[in-house]
């Protein structure tokens, strides 16, 4: 079974390592420093199981976990608050708050041995839909662009538009896709300054400078780009509220 | 009500000498008017003990109840009633004791009632008046205590909150590298624990409301360096420089440290290499400036967003002991994110 280890403080990772011992079944494959050094193990060595800490450089555990196309199971271990990490006991296979002893740790990698049948991707899946709700999340949106990881801040956002199962992220810099539903968007994203304009778009009202009559009854919000986004009659309503006219 | 106890003493002189006066002023009108001595005297000192009397009456029946708005009318009434009542008394007392040793007398005091009752009404009155503004402004001067005192608790209820809502996460995390060393580095793990105790020691002896050297406060910081390093290995480096002529200046207990942890974080969290963090001190139109530097990515996180919850508890923080909002400051150049923080001092 093969396992790596994803912590930026190395006496967390090496505590974990020392209870490992106790279990020569798993395979250390690697040790990680932040996010992005976790992502490319993870892909190189496709473990079965990956301890995160949530608090990490550049791009978090969650972050992280979302780039990835199937997520393996996840213990975390993290010095977060029960009550913050109450949302996810759910979804994780198990949490270990820090500083935790070999007998909870142990617990821990028992329950994911009984569980392993059970599919780990799934759980995973539904962890990150929770874990994207907090409110620390929301400030910047994680992508993948070929090889490279790309962190856009929500203020740089001009709008987002669906693409059948993705949702294209418009900044200045062109489209970045992501693996998210329009609906997440909306419910994640800070309402005030994004409004669901037309179904399949939701526009940055900052971006916006004009919101022209466009056919019979809709309309079209014109950005500072110089980019038009369709608005349609409920969006219409839900704009001008978000904008107090 | 009267609150202190110089402040009745002074009253009650002041209040003795108006009514000696008073009674004075009252015999020697009565012999004026053609009155003897011994009957002028008995005269002043009976009506005006009687008022004295029931002006005491008047003043304790406002100590306890204050009129609001049209209860004035009551207030009017009662000194009315009271200066008939205290009339009628006088009278009868007077006539009894007076009236057989002077012929004539009781004559004259039937004359003179509508004059006594003008008096005594108005001296009734005035008493009133004088308690009602009295008692008002005690009961004002309690009420500002009151909110004074309020404001104070809810001031240090949220300076305890913030300074609350600043430790978790730094113990646990540094709990856990305790552990992992205990059992690898043992030495270092007992260091560790005496580090984190001293730190821990400081925040909770030391009040928000102190003052302490910022000498003091820098070794303070250091403990907190110490530990931090210890967390993150190689990954943090710090660089302090403090002028020599600010060691001795003074500044708010506990301020510095939450700064240099949101600097650490920031720097920490937005770069993966190294993290070099650069803490300088010097004086400047009587503030005591500090300045802390961390590294950022520019690309990534755009500094307004990346101040954290570290930075606004010490914004309010200032607001509170200084009601000025102009003393924390931050600056984004380059790869550099600067934090500022000017301490008036107070020559």
Request: hydrophobic fraction near 40%.
């Amino acid at each position: 079974m093969k396992v790596v280890i994803i912590d930026d403080e190395p006496l967390a990772r090496s505590i974990v390592r020392e209870y490992l011992q106790k279990h020569p079944q798993i395979e250390i494959m690697q040790e990680c420093n932040d996010g992005f050094e976790g992502l490319k193990a993870i892909q190189q060595h496709q473990p079965d199981l990956i301890f995160l800490d949530i608090q990490m450089p550049k791009i978090n555990g969650f972050e992280m976990l979302e780039l990835i196309e199937q997520p393996p199971a996840v213990i975390f271990a993290t010095a977060f608050d029960e009550f913050a990490i109450k949302a996810f006991e759910a979804h994780a296979i198990d949490y270990l708050l820090k500083p935790f002893n070999q007998e909870r740790f142990d617990k821990a990698i028992n329950k994911f041995t009984e569980q392993k049948t059970v599919t780990a991707e799934k759980a995973t899946r539904e962890l990150l839909e929770t874990a994207s709700q907090s409110p620390s999340q929301n400030n910047r949106i994680v992508v993948k662009n070929g090889s490279k990881i790309k962190i856009i801040p929500v203020h740089e956002v001009q709008y987002l538009e669906a693409a059948d199962d993705y949702v294209k992220v418009h900044t200045g810099e062109g489209y970045f896709l992501k693996n998210k539903t329009m609906n997440h968007f909306e419910q994640t994203l800070d309402g005030q300054q994004f409004v669901r304009s037309h179904r399949s778009y939701i526009v940055n009202v900052q971006q916006i400078t004009r919101i022209d009559p466009y056919e019979k009854d809709n309309h079209v919000a014109i950005l500072r780009s110089g980019i038009k986004v369709p608005v349609s009659r409920t969006g219409y309503v839900r704009l001008r509220e978000v904008l107090g006219l | 009500m009267p609150n202190t106890p110089y402040s009745i003493r002074r009253f009650a002189i002041i209040f003795s000498i108006c009514w000696t006066v008073l009674i004075g002023d009252h015999i020697l009108v009565m012999h004026w008017f053609g009155l003897p001595w011994d009957a002028a005297i008995i005269d002043g000192m009976v009506s005006n003990v009687l008022l004295f009397l029931a002006s005491l009456l008047v003043m304790n029946t406002l100590r306890y109840y204050l009129p609001r708005g049209e209860q004035y009318v009551n207030i009017f009434f009662l000194c009315l009633l009271l200066a008939v009542l205290w009339l009628l008394i006088t009278k009868w007392i007077l006539k009894i004791w007076i009236g057989p040793i002077h012929t004539g007398y009781t004559d004259m005091l039937y004359h003179s009632m509508p004059i006594r009752f003008g008096i005594g009404f108005l001296l009734l009155g005035c008493m009133t008046m004088i308690s009602i503004l009295w008692y008002n402004q005690q009961e004002q001067k309690e009420n500002e205590n009151r909110k004074a005192d309020a404001e104070k608790l809810s001031k240090e209820a949220e300076l305890f909150k913030l300074r609350q809502q600043l430790q978790p996460h730094f113990l646990f995390n540094s709990l856990n590298s305790i552990n992992a060393l205990i059992g690898s580095r043992p030495e270092e793990a007992r260091k560790m624990v005496q580090q984190l105790s001293d730190f821990l020691r400081g925040t909770l002896k030391k009040e928000e409301t102190q003052w302490v050297t910022l000498q003091e406060e820098l070794q303070y910081l250091q403990l907190y360096l110490d530990i931090e390093k210890v967390r993150f290995g190689n990954r943090l480096a710090t660089h302090i420089q403090c002028h020599e002529a600010t060691q001795p200046l003074k500044l708010p207990a506990l301020l510095l440290q939450p700064i240099v942890e949101n600097a650490i974080k920031f720097g920490l969290y937005d770069t993966t290499g190294e993290t070099l963090i650069h803490i300088s001190t010097l004086i400047e139109d009587q503030h005591l400036v500090i300045k802390v530097v961390n590294p950022f990515d520019p690309e990534t996180s755009s500094p307004k967003q990346g101040t954290g919850f570290g930075l606004k508890s010490v914004q309010r923080r200032l607001y509170l002991l200084f009601a000025r909002t102009d003393l924390l400051s931050t600056e984004a150049k380059g790869n550099n994110f600067t934090t500022i923080v000017k301490i008036p001092q107070t020559v």
